[in-house]
C-alpha cells in the first residue's frame, strides 16, 4: 500500500471482526515500526505492553472504563519511562521530549496497521493508575496510550477534518 492511502486509510475503529486472527507477526512488525520513531537524543522512552489473553483484556478493559476494547484480540498499551530523558534534558525532557517520543511511537504502529490490513483506536481518556495496574507497569512508567488491534468490523467513514487554511499561519 503506498503510504498516501495508508495515512487516508486510518480510522478510530471499535468494533473487530474476532473471526479473524492477529498473528504473531503482525504484532512484531508494528512493534517494529513503533521503535522506528524518532527519538530525543535516541533515548527511546517507549515501553509496550502486549494483552493477548481473554482475562487480561477484559480487567484492561475494565480498567479503561471502556469495555469495548476487550472484543479486540490484542490490546497494545504504550507507556513511557521518563527517567532517562530527565536524566539527559531536565524537564524539558521529562514532560516534553519524552511523551513526544512516544506519541511518534503510537502513531507508528497505527499506520503500520493499516498497512497490514489491521485496524485500531487511540484512546487516551483512561485513568493512568488503574490501567498500569492492569498491565503490571510500575512507576514512573505511565501509560499514555491503549491501542486495541484487530481486523475492522466496520466500515468507518472519513472523519472530517478542519480546512488547512484556518489551521495554518504562513510566515
Known amino acids: 500500500m503506498e503510504f498516501a492511502e495508508v495515512i487516508s486509510r486510518r480510522r478510530s475503529v471499535r468494533h473487530f471482526n474476532n473471526r479473524l486472527a492477529v498473528e504473531d507477526g503482525d504484532i512484531q512488525a508494528l512493534l517494529e515500526a513503533a521503535v522506528t520513531a524518532p527519538s530525543a537524543g535516541n533515548i527511546q522512552p517507549w515501553r509496550f505492553f502486549v494483552v493477548r489473553s481473554t482475562a487480561a483484556r477484559q480487567r484492561l478493559a475494565s480498567a479503561l472504563g471502556q469495555r469495548w476494547a476487550a472484543a479486540a484480540p490484542v490490546v497494545i498499551v504504550v507507556a513511557v519511562d521518563p527517567r532517562p530523558c530527565a536524566a539527559r534534558y531536565g524537564d524539558r525532557g521529562e ?68 480546512p488547512l487554511d484556518e489551521i495554518t499561519t504562513w510566515l
Not at 125 to 139: C, I, K, Q
Not at 142 to 151: K, R, Y
Open 95 to 162: 514532560y516534553l521530549y519524552a511523551l513526544q517520543d512516544t506519541a511518534a511511537a503510537v502513531e507508528n504502529i497505527l499506520l503500520a496497521a493499516v498497512d497490514r490490513g489491521l485496524a485500531s483506536c487511540w484512546i487516551g481518556a483512561f485513568d493512568e493508575t488503574r490501567v498500569a495496574e492492569a498491565v503490571g507497569a510500575v512507576a514512573p512508567v505511565t501509560p499514555i496510550a491503549v491501542l486495541p488491534i484487530g481486523h475492522s468490523a466496520e466500515s468507518a467513514g472519513k472523519p472530517s477534518r478542519r
